[in-house]
């Protein structure tokens, strides 16, 4: 982390700043709604504390649904150009390792003062979203409100309960209503879901790897697979960044954007489409290379995380801009939105926070809290740095994924082709789920290819994980 210009530790003033917040934010403006008696819950990682999100539906006539997304006002404590601020800047996001979290702020803030926590009274920013039956959202505001978490849930068990294949978790159960309620977002959700993929936007499934313990000792790299709850967050939080990014828009506020640039290596995925028999046009389309995904995943669903994989290589990396009021910039070519941001995460990334002091000077009519130049030069650190922290991360999971590989030094692997550049080529196995650079026979690879590789070399202190290609 240091030599990526990242702060492992928080430094004595940091520390001293947070001792000396003793109790959550308060505020008796009267703008401020109570939204507590609402059935709130939040649904994220079992081991989540930093909760950021709550979600709760209000079904209206018609079929139409009120969607509520309530966002932790962190800014309510940590103030812009305070010493924890100053820290958050320097990061601007968490940083999760198989070894150890860093977190973006404090943990006394982000798991406790500044966390939606279950059955506590919190400030928050809450997007309102009227969402029609085809998943449109036909009307928006924003607001700040108080809200309390009435049970704090997780992603697997919902998914499994919303699958049918196991009983409502505790929690959930404990609650009057909170069933209907979760099957009502959920049946939302799914319709906000099929909106976005007529439109273009891409259906990718990609395996993250999640470190499993046995105890003390690191026990596996496992592939961390969508589900059902999974994607009603994610439904939720991508058309809770576009109504903030509108809202801003609509008042006229800069704002930063984040922003997809259409793919430089499109002529690859057209390649990748034609060797499973697949056609996609000259000119990058959304829309076309997601009809090429939902057939793939359809006919194949076994193989499709490695055609995931290899699509999100190509389509390269996501960054901040500056939108000034009145000229547009790109927008997010893997969501097929137009207008997005980051505002639903301010515990553990810093342009969510960013955001958040944005939204709430325009919601008071104050000046924005920042020029500019300011905004201009935090998209491209913010950008840095989320490069940084993905460095760090991977770098980390090849020095666990290399602790584990160690015992098989001379086994062979199947593996698919992740990358290719003047650097080397690297490649995936599945089982444990990892990443390493083939150091002999790569002549001729490219992204996306399947290859048999043997396991040549580790080195778990510098994360490496070496193979060969095997013949045959």
């Not at 109790?23 to 930093?50: F, H, K, Q, V």
């Amino acid at each position: 982390m240091i030599q990526r210009g990242l702060l492992p530790d928080f430094s004595p003033v940091v520390l001293a700043a947070t001792d000396a917040v003793t109790s959550a934010a308060a505020e008796t403006d009267p703008s401020i709604r109570d939204l507590r008696g609402l059935l709130w819950c939040s649904i994220d990682n079992d081991d989540s504390r930093d909760l950021d999100q709550l979600s709760v539906a209000e079904p209206a006539v018609g079929g139409t649904v009120t969607i509520r997304v309530a966002v932790a006002d962190v800014d309510a404590i940590v103030r812009k150009g305070s010493a924890i601020d100053g820290h958050a800047w320097t990061n601007t996001t968490s940083v999760y390792t198989a070894a150890e979290i860093f977190p973006m702020l404090p943990e006394k803030l982000s798991t406790g003062l500044t966390s939606l926590g279950e059955g506590l009274a919190r400030l928050a920013i809450v997007i309102e979203m009227k969402v029609a039956a085809d998943g449109t959202v036909t009307g928006s505001d924003v607001y700040r409100a108080v809200v309390l978490n009435r049970a704090k849930l997780a992603y697997n068990s919902v998914a499994a309960w919303l699958d049918g294949t196991a009983p409502a978790p505790p929690r959930l159960a404990a609650v009057p209503g909170l069933d209907q309620q979760l099957l009502t977002q959920d049946r939302v959700a799914q319709a906000m879901k099929g909106l976005r993929h007529q439109h273009g936007a891409l259906s990718l499934d990609t395996l993250e790897a999640r470190a499993v313990f046995d105890g003390e000792v690191l026990a596996d790299l496992r592939p961390d697979e969508k589900n059902r709850a999974k994607e009603l967050i994610e439904d939720f939080m991508i058309a809770s960044n576009g109504v903030t990014a509108k809202y801003l828009e609509r008042k006229g506020y800069a704002s930063l954007r984040r922003v997809l640039r259409a793919p430089e290596r499109w002529e690859r995925i057209v390649a990748l489409a034609a060797g499973v028999g697949g056609r996609l046009p000259a000119e990058p389309s959304a829309r076309a290379l997601e009809d090429f995904l939902a057939g793939r995943r359809q006919a194949d669903p076994l193989r499709f995380p490695d055609l995931s994989l290899s699509v999100v290589k190509l389509l390269g990396s996501g960054e901040y801009v500056v939108e000034r009021p009145g000229q547009a910039v790109d927008g997010h070519f893997g969501l097929a939105v137009g207008t997005y941001t980051h505002s639903t995460a301010p515990n553990r990334r810093f342009p969510d926070l960013v955001t958040q002091r944005l939204l709430k000077a325009a919601m008071a009519g104050q000046p924005a809290p920042y020029a500019i130049e300011a905004l201009d030069g935090l998209a491209r650190h913010c950008t840095e740095q989320e490069d940084n922290a993905a460095k760090v991360e991977r770098q980390v999971r090849k020095s666990a994924a290399a602790l584990l590989l160690a015992p098989q030094i001379g086994q062979r692997f199947d593996a698919i082709v992740t990358g290719v550049s003047g650097k080397g080529t690297w490649v995936r196995i599945l089982r444990p789920a990892a990443e390493g650079k083939v150091v002999r026979g790569f002549e001729g690879l490219d992204v996306g290819d399947r290859a048999r590789v043997e396991l040549v070399h580790t080195d778990v202190e510098h994360g490496f994980v070496d193979f060969a290609r095997a013949s045959g």
